[in-house]
């Protein structure tokens, strides 16, 4: 059952120079945390992941999604996540009870678990066989800063892209959110520079989602001189994930046929969890000879 009620709330100012997408992703984020038993630096790293592809998400059209991957050579390892523009979506990260010594400042250094290397995004729009791609380096580590970066090199507009994940001393998420604002194309650079000044006087995000702000007087604060109106974007989130019985066969067989064989011939049958959603799947040995079977016809 899901109880999840949270959804990506969008602004425009009305001027139409500028638009905003909003997320209280609290609820998610703690899902995500139980689904892949994660450590504070695998929950804050792939929480603020998830939080920017649902926000990336809610601008694209019915029923486009996208998938984010950051490929980074810290101790969490990969990163994964995808959201559709319906509010459906899922997230992985390789190494998700990586630890590392914190900064001086106590801090979760969130940069070095990450490492360097490249941000990945894949935007899927139905009746096109192939998505599209773009990879960016990572520039920051921070995650919603990359993001940023992407939009700015794919898209040519200037955005800002701000993530927040907050835990407690047990780890648990206390408050989760996001913000994306993106220039209309057309409307005057000047903009963006107003925009991160007003954020910086705003304080931080972590603060303003720990004391229960809403959306709107999240983006409000930002574009306080502009009149905005508000479009709740109608999708609720929610975890789900795509896979089935059918598709674990599928990489068995991929798997190829002297490793199917020697899979028969120990005579077990094949336990498979999915990497997305901890599911677990029993691949028979007598289905596994038949998958051999099949191959070894083809
Ligand atoms: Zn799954």
Redesign the pocket.
């Known amino acids: 059952m899901n109880l999840n009620t949270e959804k990506v709330h969008k602004f425009y100012t009305e001027d139409l120079a500028v638009r905003a997408s909003v997320v209280i992703s609290t609820g998610i984020c703690r899902e995500i945390c139980s689904i892949h038993q994660t450590f504070p630096l695998a929950t804050m790293a792939v929480g603020r992941l998830l939080t920017g592809t649902l926000l990336m998400a809610s601008q694209l059209w019915e029923q486009q999604s996208l998938s984010v991957r950051l490929e980074g050579s810290g101790a969490l390892g990969h990163l994964y996540a995808e959201s559709a523009f319906e509010g459906t979506c899922r997230a992985y990260v390789q190494n998700p009870q990586a630890d590392i010594p914190h900064l001086s400042d106590g801090r979760l250094d969130l940069k070095s678990a990450i490492g360097e290397g490249v941000l990945v995004v894949n935007k899927n729009i139905p009746f096109q066989r192939q998505s599209q791609m773009g990879i960016v380096p990572i520039v920051s580590g921070e995650i919603g800063e990359d993001l940023a970066f992407y939009l700015q090199q794919s898209h040519q507009i200037p955005s800002i892209v701000s993530l927040s994940v907050s835990l407690d001393k047990e780890g648990k998420v206390t408050a989760a959110g996001g913000v994306l604002i993106e220039l209309i194309p057309g409307a005057p650079e000047t903009i963006i520079k107003n925009l991160e000044d007003k954020i910086a006087l705003a304080g931080p995000l972590s603060v303003r989602l720990q004391r229960g702000d809403n959306p709107r007087e999240i983006i409000g604060e930002y574009l306080h001189n502009s009149p905005i109106i508000g479009v709740e974007h109608e999708h609720p989130i929610r975890y789900s994930?795509r896979?089935s019985m059918e598709k674990v066969e599928k990489t068995l067989t991929l798997m190829g046929k002297a490793t199917l064989a020697e899979m028969a011939l120990k005579g077990e049958n094949v336990g498979v969890k999915?990497e997305?959603?901890g599911?677990q799947y029993q691949a028979t040995v007598t289905r596994i000879k038949e998958l051999l079977r099949l191959l070894a016809t083809e």
């Open positions: 994930c896979c999915c997305f959603c599911k």
